[in-house]
């Protein structure tokens, strides 16, 4: 169900996990852990549709390399950036993961074993189908790779009922 902030005077029922921010990883994971049997609340700190008034919330200033400016760059309401997003995926691979030469410090945390498990979770929610296996280019050292390049599914459509017909 949904609860505006604005309209709350009491505290409600005891929640198993509250997560903030509900774009492509806040709705991702509730629909995962409610399907779970976990108790959720989700909190979107922007409105159920676009505004400006949520919007203004990113102006700011984008350092280091250029990039779309941030108040275009990312959407702050329900479904978040996933509203505008482009829809092209595809795994990370092991390089990803690893230390570039400009510094030590660009190294991930994990490794890409670590978060295997969970893309065929993840292909599941954004709708998207298996991709063939990367093919070597015999004597080239690279490798034909491939990307999803369908429709970009928008999660707050998608999970719009799921979300606000929710029992907690
Ligand atoms: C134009 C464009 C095209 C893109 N195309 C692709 C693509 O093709 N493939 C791809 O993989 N990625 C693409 N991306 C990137 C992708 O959209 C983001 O990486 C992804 O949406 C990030 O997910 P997120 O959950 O971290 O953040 P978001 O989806 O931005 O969600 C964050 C949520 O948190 C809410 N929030 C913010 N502050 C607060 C607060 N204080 N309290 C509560 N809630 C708050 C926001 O309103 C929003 O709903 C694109 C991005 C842009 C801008």
Request: proline share 5%; aromatic share 10%; hydrophobic share 35%.
């Amino acid at each position: 169900m949904y609860i505006d902030f604005e309209d709350i005077s009491e505290h409600g029922d005891a929640i198993d996990v509250c997560i903030i921010g509900a774009g492509a990883a806040g709705i991702a994971m509730a629909v995962t852990l409610a399907e779970r049997g976990h108790r959720v609340l989700l909190c979107e700190g922007g409105d159920a549709d676009y505004s400006e008034r949520s919007q203004d919330s990113y102006r700011g200033e984008t350092v280091c390399d250029a990039y779309i400016p941030l108040y275009g760059a990312r959407l702050r309401y329900l479904g978040g950036s996933t509203n505008h997003w482009g829809g092209v995926c595809r795994p990370l691979d092991r390089y990803d993961f690893t230390a570039k030469s400009a510094s030590s410090e660009t190294a991930w945390p994990i490794a890409r074993d670590a978060i295997s498990p969970y893309y065929s979770t993840a292909a599941s929610i954004l709708d998207l189908a298996p991709l063939p296996a990367d093919q070597p280019i015999a004597g080239s050292g690279f490798k034909r790779i491939y990307f999803s390049l369908g429709n970009p599914t928008r999660l707050k459509e998608k999970y719009a009922a799921t979300l606000s017909e929710s029992a907690t």
